[in-house]
């Protein structure tokens, strides 16, 4: 399976790689200019199991060499603002004629079309919108803000994991049928539909439309997370009366202890919970509960969680060229996912992708013919940028995920890069 990414940031590329990891022959496409968020490529993990080519998609053959590469290609991720790809002359109609089997998959925030759809945003507001964000709980209970489960929620679940089930549903039908299509993968779509449990609970009278008063949303003091003597963390997840009655004898609650489903003595149940959980360590705690049904587990750091016995058994997370990362998922019996490539460094595999899939034009050094430099005709200096005002203000993708290349990025990226990636979080939509 092989394809095409045109660059950006979030999760399209975390898509693209978990194609990747699963075997695809992945191509991103770079631009020339550096990326917005000024992190060294050796450490972008979402550019692992690819490869990279540097095309200008501004000037007169760029566009011409994508389309070369799209002939070749099953799938094509892009996650620029609705109408920038068409603009730049690679959108689903350039690349469908091209191509007819093509599966043309669009990541963004706010989908396609809607009054939103032109606007920029990210993880955070599509949550919110969504409904989800409301949905987290915070300390402090109902009355507090909303916790924010970094951009987890929103760009990753419901946008890289909905990509790549719409894109890989498209393949499919196009194998089955010789035609593709176009997949609109909207993050408020994808996180809206996380929440579909919930909104029946909803309907049935067994969930309230506010946070932290829920059975799964800390509200109820049998699941949630408290704090130990040493200031750790334990989640308590003893939904099943058997499974709370375990928890209840190894925590010492008690006779006289509020029963699970006493509703009215929550408050007091939880306060005992708590208090009887502040009388030890986490590590004296997960001495207690080790091998128990009791669900109880402890709230670990990225680097704890990457030495836990059980994660290191499975090789949950293992050690690649210098780095420590999650391994690929889900696991096969037969074909299973693989580190095969370090991250790309962008325009490092140009020669050997022109060579492997067929596409001469993207290595003009191989034929002086192609080379722009021999016709002035095909300088880029003369062709005017795309019109970024539909579009391309500021960050990754209206829709959400990645950077639009139509906008000029010189004197905005010098600017913005040293704040943004001192607080280490993505670039604003649209540069």
Known sequence: MRVVELAGIGPGPFAAMLLGDLGADVVRVD?????????DPAYDLSNRNKRSVLIDLKSHEGPGRVLDL??????????????????????????????????????????????RAATAGHDLGYAAVAGV?????????????????????GDYAGGSLYLVVGLLAGLHHARATGAGQVVDA?????????????????????????????????????????????????????????????????????????????????????ALIAARFGTRTRAEWEAVFAGSDACVEPVLTMRQAASDDHLSARGT??????????????????TPGALRR????????????ARDWGVPSLDPSSDPSLDPS?????????????????????GASAGGASTDPSASASAKTSAKTSAKTSANVPAEQGE
């Open 31 to 39: 631009r020339p200019d550096p990326s917005p968020l000024g992190t």
């Open 70 to 115: 799209v002939e070749r290609a099953d799938l094509l991720i892009e996650g620029y603002r609705p109408g920038v790809a068409e603009r730049l002359g690679v959108g689903p109609a350039e690349c469908l004629a091209r191509n007819p089997a093509l599966v043309y998959g669009r990541m963004t925030g706010w989908g396609q079309y809607g009054p």
């Open 133 to 153: 964000l409301g949905m987290v709980a915070a300390p402090g209970g109902a009355e507090a803000p909303p916790g924010i489960p970094a951009n987890l929620l």
């Open 186 to 270: 909207a993050i408020v779509d994808g996180a809206a539909h996380l929440g579909s449990m919930l909104w029946g609970l909803l309907a049935a009278g067994h969930w309230q439309d506010r946070r932290g008063v829920n059975l799964l949303d800390g509200g109820a003091p049998f699941y949630a997370v408290y704090r130990a003597a040493d200031g750790g963390h334990l989640a308590v997840g003893a939904l099943e009366p058997r499974f709370y009655a375990e928890f209840a004898r190894l925590l010492e609650l008690g006779p006289d202890a509020p029963g699970q489903y006493d509703l009215a003595r929550w408050p007091e149940l939880r």
């Open 317 to 334: 997370y293992v050690e690649a060229d210098g780095v420590t990362q999650p391994a690929p998922a889900p696991r096969f019996s037969v």
């Open 342 to 353: 370090p991250p790309a460094r962008p325009g490092a595999d140009t020669a050997e992708v």
């Open 374 to 394: 021999s016709d002035p005709s095909l300088d880029p200096s003369s062709d005017p940028s795309p019109d970024p005002s539909a579009g391309a203000s500021t």
